[in-house]
């Protein structure tokens, strides 16, 4: 079974440009979260998407979106990126979320905002 | 507020044991984890611990949790060098709930 895929692996773009991310979770798992993970941070949790939808948000700023497609694949949006934002985004996904038992993560997408 | 604090680094001898701890600040987290992020790569779970439990083995692992004063914390038996990696502590309230993570330990084998 094929596990957490993220494209792309690596992304470099300027301040004030917008962002798209994706990732394809494990065939059948309907659960994806983002996190973000950054050297003085941490990772931390951008948002989760269960069937279509967002259940669970983190503390970012609107400038951060996702959405979730029918056949679970997920992206994520960070509009007007700004120095701050380079960091590893990782996704994970889950079969009906929430437990992290069931959370398989991807390898991330570094981003480095110039 | 949720809040989950760990050291940032640890140096362990191969062959010793190591123990990276973890303290949490929400009383009212049911679920504990430990997982572990090898370079390069994403967080792959070690394992994890219910509150109302005290002690889970698996393997060379040891997991302790003192609910009382909200320390978690994960022994590695006869470290060797391919545990060389971080290893983050983690909570959640319930199922559906987001999962918070700490910094990471950054776990160094001295040879």
């Known amino acids: 079974k094929a596990g957490v895929t993220q494209t792309p692996r690596y992304l470099i773009k300027t301040r004030g440009q917008q962002v798209t991310l994706s990732c394809s979770p494990i065939?059948?798992?309907?659960?994806v979260s983002w996190y973000q993970q950054t050297p003085g941070q941490g990772l931390q949790f951008l948002f989760e998407?269960?069937?279509?939808?967002?259940?669970n948000k983190g503390n970012f700023p609107g400038r951060f979106s996702g959405r979730q497609f029918s056949n679970s694949r997920s992206e994520m949006n960070v509009s007007t990126l700004e120095l701050g934002d380079s960091a590893l985004y990782l996704c994970?996904?889950?079969?009906?979320?929430?437990?992290?038992?069931?959370?398989?993560f991807g390898p991330g997408t570094r981003l480095t905002v110039l | 507020g949720e809040d989950v604090e760990q050291s940032l680094f640890l140096s362990v001898r191969e062959g010793d044991s190591s123990v990276i701890n973890c303290t949490y600040t929400d009383s009212s987290s049911t679920y504990l984890y430990w997982y572990k992020q090898e370079p390069g790569a994403g967080l792959q779970l070690l394992t994890y611990i219910f509150s109302n439990m005290d002690m889970k083995q698996d393997q060379r692992l040891t997991v302790l949790l003192n609910k009382k004063d909200k320390h978690l914390s994960l022994r590695i038996a006869d470290t060797q060098t391919g545990d060389s990696a971080i290893y983050f502590c983690?909570?959640?309230?319930?199922?559906?709930?987001?999962?918070?993570f700490g910094k990471g330990t950054r776990l160094h084998i001295l040879p």
């Open positions: 065939s059948g798992h309907r659960s």
């Open positions: 994970a996904s889950s079969l009906d979320g929430g437990h992290a038992n069931e959370q398989f």
């Open positions: 998407y269960f069937s279509e939808t967002q259940r």
């Open positions: 983690a909570e959640s309230k319930n199922r559906d709930d987001k999962i918070i």
